[in-house]
């Protein structure tokens, strides 16, 4: 297989809204700042590939639009995947695995103010016999919470703590969203949402667009003096109804996280994507990472949360701390689905 | 690339207007199920699956390859979802063809479903975007100023399109898993409504249920077959919406596609070289049009080889032998479609509608406003 790194990084910080801004305006700024950072332009780019959904914008294609925000003139090798920006870059990876180009470019892109997000995210259910439940993003995750809490894995009061650090975390993070320091014990007074879901459990909702250039081999070593080589990356699906699965656990990060390589050795940092503090827990576990390892120092989806983005953030971030210096092994991850069901991880390293 | 990759496995449903016999998880494991046993495989010989479709707003269902997974077996696997617009069954083909030539998986199930009759596509595709005219005249209403621009340009026989549905339909009648089968003469076509001029009803393609599969493997797996079908080129392009100097009838995206899989299969001479296409055709005068996008034919000409019945199973360069997009439109698997029975004819495994002999094959599809392309070539030899 040939070596992939990631060599540059680029996002807008994510807001609660981003007004006025289309497609081509989320994405130009993101994709020319990254490859502005290596001294590159489209022209130097042998594939480009997107991650979007169209039931954030509500129209068909939002991502035919997006491609008007790069000089794709002449005509550009692309391609788009309707998952989160992170799965962008497996295709990309993928793709540079073929040889006969060297440089990729990705990029996301999602607007979460648009429309009601816990609502739509109900539309990723079965149309037949779940979907009229009205089974929303929140009440799916509170399931699973309380499942962790009625097997004993975690309490409240563990939740809290996850949203404190991540939010603590953040402060040094000019991009996210909500940070400072919060306690644990005004966070266990909050109402309930959807029982035991506090506010404070559940993610901000964001704005934001990122984009990330993949260079193979030595392009990678003339781009950077350190890149963030993807040593491994897997993927991985589980049964989509709820009640087939053990929620407390994740077999599908488990399993990625395995083929990626994660446990071969020590992990520095790890950005994981867990939209909910009982999430992390659950992820933490399944991949094998102790309490050694810094989870989510730019305070993870607790702190910044744009649907599409989220994940290609955290490989953004995670590549970054291998980039300067800061970490050698990182873990990225992405997630995708209702609680947990599909997750992607990488293992990335410096030398 | 690090390994070659072979089609072993082609499934498909039989597409119809409405298959209610059948839930959506139903049509695409159909399909794969079929796909399987023709590759002499089960569920368990698969390492992963890439699953494409159009816009999620069709069915209602966001990200349907969760909901699906199960369908597919793909619990413990990765399943990974392309999405192109129309091109999207040709591009999910191609990302599973670099997972095997890319040396990611050796044994890869693709597939690309549209269940029109759950789905409400004419209101998925004419949404109020704000600061542009909605545009609620659907996909015909878009490509019909392209037409009649086209023949402006070529100064092309005014019965060309029609000719080319009542070719594509005879074809159809070949194919028992076509959705129209219609015995059609020219008179009957002209006589047909109207629609979008120069569209006529009998010009344009249905709306479907189906679903296609396919079994894409690594070399040391390709003996399992007698006849694989292997991938010698494939490309994507995409172009903008707008650019000065934008030509939606001859595009440049699907001029450079098109020269890429001839790059790489090695190609100088298209008619010649390659023995029948499958070419994403929905409204019948892009037919013409892709013929010369494809280099088939000299600018301006390609109307000519379908006039002269060059397109037809005997012809010169036939296309469309399963019937093509005319006869079965389910969106999202049109692409793949295409793909799938280009490698069906290299295999010789195209029953009724086999061209004689047919060793290189290639299979197309396109997108969005003609801003996206998908070629593959696929060949009986190594």
């Not at chain 1, 289309?22 to 130009?28: R, S, T, Y």
């Not at chain 1, 007074?189 to 459990?201: G, K, M």
């Not at chain 2, 499934?11 to 998880?25: A, C, N, V, Y």
């Amino acid at each position: 297989m040939r070596d992939v790194a990631i060599v540059s990084f680029s996002q807008l910080p994510s807001v609660k809204a981003i007004d006025a801004a289309d497609e081509p305006e989320l994405v130009q700024p993101v994709t020319s700042d990254a490859m502005k950072q290596i001294g590159l332009t489209q022209d130097d780019i042998g594939f480009t590939c997107s991650g979007s959904t169209d039931y954030l914008p509500g129209r068909p294609f939002s991502f035919v639009a997006a491609v008007d925000g790069l000089k794709a003139c002449p005509p550009i090798r692309e391609s788009h995947v309707e998952m989160d920006g992170a799965f962008a870059l497996y295709e990309a990876w993928v793709r540079l695995m073929h040889g006969d180009i060297d440089t990729a470019l990705v990029f996301s892109f999602g607007k979460s103010s648009l429309g009601p997000v816990p609502a739509i995210l109900n539309l990723q259910n079965d149309p037949y016999y779940v979907q009229p439940l009205g089974l929303d993003a929140i009440s799916a995750a509170a399931l699973q919470a309380q499942a962790m809490i009625d097997a004993r894995k975690a309490t409240e009061r563990d939740f809290a703590a996850v949203v404190a650090r991540n939010r603590k975390n953040a402060i040094d993070n000019p991009n996210a969203q909500i940070k400072g320091d919060f306690s644990v014990d005004e966070m266990l007074d909050e109402p309930y949402i959807s029982s035991p879901l506090r506010r404070s459990f559940c993610p901000p909702l964001s704005d934001s667009a990122a984009a990330i250039v993949l260079a193979a081999g030595d392009r990678a070593k003339e781009l950077v003096k350190r890149p963030a080589w993807i040593r491994g990356i897997d993927h991985r699906t589980e049964p989509h109804a709820l009640g087939q699965r053990d929620l407390t656990t994740s077999q599908s990060a488990k399993l990625a996280a395995e083929k990626a390589g994660v446990g071969r050795n020590k992990i520095d940092v790890a950005e994981l994507h867990a939209p909910f503090a009982h999430q992390e827990l659950i992820l933490k576990e399944a991949m094998g990472l102790g309490n050694e390892v810094n989870v989510n120092p730019s305070g993870g989806a607790l702190a910044a949360n744009s649907l599409m983005t989220a994940g290609l953030i955290r490989f953004g971030e995670a590549a970054n701390r291998v980039l300067s210096g800061d970490a050698d092994r990182a873990v990225a991850h992405t997630t995708n689905g209702v609680c947990l069901q599909h997750n992607l991880v990488a293992v990335l390293e410096g030398e | 690339m690090a390994e070659h990759c072979a089609v072993i496995g082609i499934g498909q449903t039989k597409h119809r207007e409405s298959r209610r016999d059948l839930s959506i998880p139903g049509l695409v494991r159909d399909a794969a199920i079929r796909a399987l046993q023709d590759a002499d495989m089960t569920w368990k010989d698969i390492d992963s699956i890439v699953i494409g479709t159009a816009p999620d707003m069709f069915e209602g269902v966001m990200m349907p390859e969760l909901w699906l997974a199960d369908a597919l077996g793909a619990a413990g696997k990765p399943i990974f979802r392309v999405h192109t617009a129309g091109s999207v069954g040709g591009s999910t083909a191609v990302v599973a063809s670099h997972l095997v030539q890319g040396g990611v998986h050796e044994k890869v199930l693709t597939l690309a479903f549209e269940k029109q009759s759950e789905a409400n596509a004419m209101w998925a595709l004419s949404p109020a975007i704000p600061f542009q005219p909605q545009l609620v005249a659907g996909a015909g209403g878009y490509f019909a100023p392209l037409i009649r621009s086209y023949i402006r340009r070529s100064d092309a026989h005014r019965d060309t399109g029609c000719m080319v549905a009542v070719k594509d339909r005879q074809h159809g009648l070949l194919n028992p898993n076509a959705h129209l089968h219609l015995d059609q003469t020219l008179e009957q076509v002209k006589a047909s409504p109207m629609l979008w001029d120069p569209i006529r009803y009998s010009e344009t393609c249905p709306s479907s249920d189906g679903a296609v599969a396919m079994v894409l493997v690594s070399d040391k797996h390709a003996n399992r077959v007698k006849n694989p079908a292997w991938v010698k080129g494939t490309s994507v392009r995409t172009e903008r919406t707008f650019f000065a100097g934008r030509d939606q009838v001859n595009p440049a995206a699907g001029k450079l596609c098109a020269k890429d899989v001839y790059d790489e299969a090695g190609i100088t001479n298209p008619v010649k070289e390659i023995d029948c296409a499958e070419v994403y055709v929905p409204f019948s005068w892009f037919e013409p049009m892709w013929l010369e996008n494809l280099g088939f034919a000299e600018e301006g000409e390609g109307w000519k080889m379908t006039m002269e019945g060059k397109t037809k199973i005997g012809g010169e360069m036939p296309l469309n032998m399963s019937g093509g997009v005319m006869c079965t439109n389910p969106i999202g698997a049109s692409g793949m479609l295409r793909f799938a029975e280009a490698a069906r004819q290299v295999r010789g495994t195209a029953e009724q509608h086999q061209v004689d002999g047919a060793k290189v094959a290639l299979g197309h599809a396109y997108g969005g406003g003609s801003q996206f392309f998908a070629v593959w070539i696929v060949s009986s030899e190594r």
